[in-house]
C-alpha cells in the first residue's frame, strides 16, 4: 500500500508543528508539501521533518496542485478558518482543523458546507480530547459510573499564547512581539475566550452526550492596552443545571509543565458521582455512593488508531468510520453556539438564550 499523502497548509497557529511531528513519525504517512505565505513560519518544520526545498511552497495552490495530498492539516488565525476551509476544500482532500472550530457559527457552517459539498471529511482537533484523563473519564460516564451528568466545570489557559511555539519550546517575547501576534488582534479571532473557551464547551458536550444549555451568561476582563481578553468565565444553563467555562492567559506556569492554580482541566459532577480530571495528569479521582472518601484511578493507556488525530483520521478514511467525540463537526457546532453566546453576553453584559 502506499503511504497516505500529508500537506500543511497555513502555520498561523503553532500546533502545526505539533500535529506535524504526528504524520512525521506515523509509519504509513508522507508529507508531501508545507505552504504558507511566510516562509519564516515554515523554518522550524522545513528543519525538524527534514522537507525537501521542492515540497516547500508560499502559495497554497500550488502547493495542493503539485503534491496531490489525500489530507490537509490547516492552523489559519481563528478568524481565517472559514475562508481557509472553502480555499482548500474544492481540492479533493479531507480536512483537519486545528481547534478551534471558528470566530463564529456561522463561519463554523460555512465550513461544514464547504466540506459537504465535496463528500470528504472534516476533523476539528482539540489537543484535550486526546489527554487520558478526559478519555478516561468520559469513558466512566459511558459506564454510567456517576450516573447522569448535570455539571461541568472548567478552567484552562496558559501562561499565554506566545509563551511557547511548536512542541511547547518556551519563548520570551517583547511587548512589542506580543502586540503583533495575531492571538492579540481582535480582528483574528484573538483573545483567551476565543482561544480556550471551545476546548472546554466541546468536550462538555461530549460529557453530556450532546445536549446544549438553553442560556448563557460571560464575563470577560479589560486588559489595559490589549485589543482582546485574557481572562472570561461563563456560565451556561442547562435542563440539569449550571456548568462553568473559565480560560485564562497568565496562569501562574504552563499546565504541561506544573500545574498551576487552579488546575486546569475539568471537574465532572454527576447524579450519583463526581470525577476530577486534570490535564496532563496519570490518574483521576472518582467519587461514588461506595467511596465517598473518593478512589484514585490510573487512566486508560490510549491505543492506535485513537493515540492522536492523525492516527484517527487516517483510520476513519481507510474505514470509513464515522469522525466522532470532540472532532465531529456536529459535536463542535454545539460547543460552537455556546462560544457565540458567551461573546454576546460579554457585550451585552447580560445572559443571553442560546445562540442558534
Not at 83 to 99: C, G, M, Q, S, T
Not at 237 to 250: D, V
Not at 307 to 321: A, K, S
Request: hydrophobic share 40%.
Amino acid at each position: 500500500m502506499s503511504k497516505f499523502k500529508i500537506a500543511g497548509i497555513n502555520f498561523a497557529h503553532q500546533h502545526m508543528g505539533d500535529n506535524l511531528r504526528m504524520a512525521f513519525e506515523h509509519p504509513d504517512v508522507e508529507i508531501v508539501g508545507l505552504s504558507d505565505e511566510d516562509p519564516q513560519q515554515m523554518e522550524t518544520a522545513v528543519r525538524n521533518f527534514g522537507i525537501p526545498a521542492d515540497r516547500v511552497f508560499n502559495d497554497y495552490r500550488q502547493c495542493l496542485e503539485q503534491t496531490k495530498p489525500d489530507l490537509v492539516m490547516t492552523c489559519p488565525a481563528t478568524a481565517e478558518h472559514a475562508l481557509w476551509v472553502e480555499r482548500i476544500a474544492p481540492y479533493d482532500v479531507h480536512l483537519l482543523v486545528e481547534k478551534p472550530f471558528a470566530a463564529s457559527l456561522p463561519e463554523a457552517d460555512r465550513m461544514i458546507k464547504a466540506v459537504a459539498a465535496t463528500g470528504k471529511r472534516m476533523a476539528i482537533n482539540w489537543p484535550l480530547a486526546w489527554y487520558p484523563p478526559h478519555v478516561t473519564s468520559k469513558r466512566l460516564i459511558d459506564e454510567s459510573l456517576i450516573g447522569e451528568v448535570i455539571e461541568v466545570h472548567y478552567y484552562d489557559g496558559n501562561r499565554g499564547p506566545v509563551r511557547h511555539a511548536a512542541d511547547k519550546i518556551e519563548t520570551m517575547p517583547t511587548a512589542e512581539e506580543k502586540a503583533a501576534s495575531w492571538f492579540y488582534q481582535r480582528d483574528k479571532g484573538g483573545g483567551s475566550l476565543l482561544d480556550y473557551l471551545g476546548y472546554g464547551t466541546t468536550l462538555a458536550t461530549w460529557f453530556n452526550a450532546g445536549q446544549a444549555p438553553l442560556e448563557v451568561m460571560a464575563v470577560t476582563d479589560e486588559p489595559a492596552g490589549l485589543e482582546v481578553d485574557e481572562h472570561s468565565i461563563v456560565v451556561a444553563r442547562y435542563a440539569c443545571g449550571l456548568s462553568k467555562f473559565e480560560t485564562r492567559w497568565g496562569a501562574f506556569t504552563d499546565p504541561w509543565i506544573m500545574q498551576p492554580q487552579p488546575k486546569c482541566g475539568f471537574v465532572i459532577v454527576g447524579s450519583v458521582g463526581t470525577i476530577s480530571s486534570y490535564d496532563y495528569e496519570p490518574t483521576i479521582r472518582v467519587q461514588t455512593a461506595a467511596h465517598p472518601e473518593g478512589q484514585v484511578i490510573p487512566v486508560d493507556q490510549l491505543q492506535q488508531p485513537r493515540q492522536n488525530p492523525v492516527q484517527y483520521m487516517l483510520h476513519c478514511i481507510q474505514t470509513g468510520e464515522p469522525i466522532q467525540g470532540p472532532l465531529d463537526p456536529a459535536i463542535c457546532r454545539i460547543g460552537q453556539q455556546i462560544v457565540d453566546s458567551a461573546i454576546l453576553s460579554a457585550h451585552l453584559k447580560r445572559t443571553v438564550p442560546l445562540v442558534q
